[in-house]
């Protein structure tokens, strides 16, 4: 599992403090499950698989996806809510002004967030091959 724990935190993009902040547990413990000296208990497991999606089967045995698929509308009540309970300002405003806005306006908003990704992902692609 030490591995698979590591692959998943590597996987999501995060540093060891932020994967155990997101599951409620320190960094050190973070260290100990990723090098084998400590055995998450079935309560980390089960923070781990509700926070981050992940599959307990993969996690646990190796066997299946590391994620499990979610609909969308589960994804985005999900979302909402960790949104709400960290009390993201910025994130709460950009859903308030992007509600406000008229279609145009929406496509318009899209099309640079599309625009943006794409130069990140190339920008990452440069960032590797150098």
């Known amino acids: 599992?030490?591995?698979?724990?590591?692959e998943l935190r590597k996987q999501l993009n995060m540093n060891q403090t932020e994967f155990g902040n997101r599951i409620g547990v320190k960094q050190s413990a973070i260290t100990g499950y990723e090098t084998g000296i400590r055995k998450p208990l079935d309560a980390v497991i089960n923070s781990i698989c509700k926070e981050f999606n992940v599959s307990e089967t993969w996690l646990r045995t190796?066997?299946?996806?590391?994620?499990?698929?979610?609909p969308e509308e589960d994804e985005f009540f999900k979302a909402a809510a960790s949104i709400s309970k960290e009390n993201d300002v910025d994130a709460i405003n950009m859903v308030v002004e992007y509600w406000k806005?008229?279609?145009?306006s929406k496509k318009m908003f899209w099309d640079f967030i599309h625009k943006l990704a794409n130069n990140h992902k190339k920008q990452?692609?440069?960032d590797i091959e150098s």
């Open 1 to 6: 599992m030490k591995d698979r724990l590591k």
């Open 62 to 70: 190796g066997k299946g996806d590391m994620f499990i698929d979610m």
């Open 101 to 104: 806005l008229d279609p145009k």
């Open 124 to 126: 990452e692609s440069e």
